[in-house]
């Protein structure tokens, strides 16, 4: 079974920073473009940042220049540093793969609250 454990959420005041972590099996990381996606309250989950095996990282609109994705292709772990904070990042934050790629299993998320 994949294994997507995510950590680092918490509550921040508008303009503050996070930095979320996953760890994931390394039978389903290896060589797959990974990703981090978001889910607000009373909306479908979204994409937010993919960064592949080479290292190429990719953004929503939403998050561009806010937010850094990264990850360690020898620890099998990948993290999200969430800056600039707004309100509208409210969401439980999840890793998986890229689009196209998930697995059907997710793994809980981790909460991050943004007051305004």
């Known amino acids: 079974q994949v294994q997507l454990v995510e950590s680092g959420g918490g509550s921040v005041q508008a303009g503050g920073s996070l930095r979320l972590s996953c760890v994931i099996s390394?039978?389903?990381?290896?060589?797959?473009?990974m990703a981090w996606y978001r889910q607000a309250p009373g909306k479908q989950r979204e994409w937010i940042a993919t960064?592949?095996?080479?290292?190429?990282?990719y953004y929503s609109d939403s998050v561009k220049g806010r937010f850094t994705i990264s990850r360690d292709n020898s620890e099998n772990t990948m993290s999200l540093q969430l800056s600039s904070l707004k309100p509208e990042d409210t969401g439980v934050y999840f890793c998986?793969?890229?689009?196209?790629?998930?697995?059907?299993?997710w793994g809980q998320g981790t909460q991050v609250t943004v007051s305004s």
């Open positions: 960064a592949t095996w080479g290292y190429n990282k």
């Open positions: 390394r039978n389903f990381f290896n060589f797959k473009p």
């Open positions: 998986n793969a890229a689009p196209g790629e998930t697995t059907r299993y």
